[in-house]
């Protein structure tokens, strides 16, 4: 019973292109979720993006990274804006993890592109980010410079260029 259990988690984490969650009802599979928002074509419908973090968030309700998919999935919904659940689904990603190597160039980004819709306290959380990935994390950085050199918003492309000039 207990390796038929395995063969099925194995297949359904490491196998199938779709998880049913058959075999790991009642719980959604972690691996499983996030291979399928890999996989979604980048004009994917939000609906299907959407479906598809909520599992995320189901599956793992303390990850920084879903958390910020919601915020992104929001932003999508309401024309490149975010509205308040977005702006808290943002906020809750930082306080659930707030230095993140490979969630941290794309949502300094995502926060710049959205600076006048953040809070005061949620700005200086992307710089906190920006700051210590441009001092410390010489893997993300070279992406999180590419990308601040990208910001389009005019208060984020102030803020992008204070980072570069006052990174070491």
Excluded: C
């Excluded at 490491?14 to 996989?39: H, N």
């Excluded at 299907?48 to 879903?66: E, T």
């Excluded at 919904?77 to 941290?104: E, F, T």
């Amino acid at each position: 019973m207990i390796a038929t259990y395995g063969l099925g988690l194995f297949y359904e984490g490491l196998l199938a292109r779709q998880s049913s969650d058959i075999m790991t009802f009642p719980f959604v599979d972690r691996v499983a979720a996030g291979r399928a928002y890999d996989s979604l074509a980048a004009n994917a419908p939000v609906s299907q993006r959407a479906m598809i973090v909520d599992r995320l968030l189901k599956a793992n309700p303390a990850s920084g990274q879903s958390w910020a998919l919601l915020s992104y999935v929001d932003w999508l919904r309401n024309g490149k804006h975010l509205s308040p659940a977005g702006i808290a689904a943002l906020d809750r990603s930082y306080s659930l993890d707030p230095y993140d190597h490979d969630l941290g160039p794309w949502r300094v980004n995502f926060a710049l592109e959205n600076w006048d819709a953040l809070s005061r306290d949620q700005r200086g959380l992307a710089i906190s980010e920006a700051s210590w990935i441009l001092q410390h994390d010489w893997r993300a950085e070279p992406d999180l410079k590419a990308r601040l050199k990208t910001i389009r918003n005019p208060l984020g492309q102030v803020m992008a260029r204070l980072e570069l000039v006052l990174a070491p």
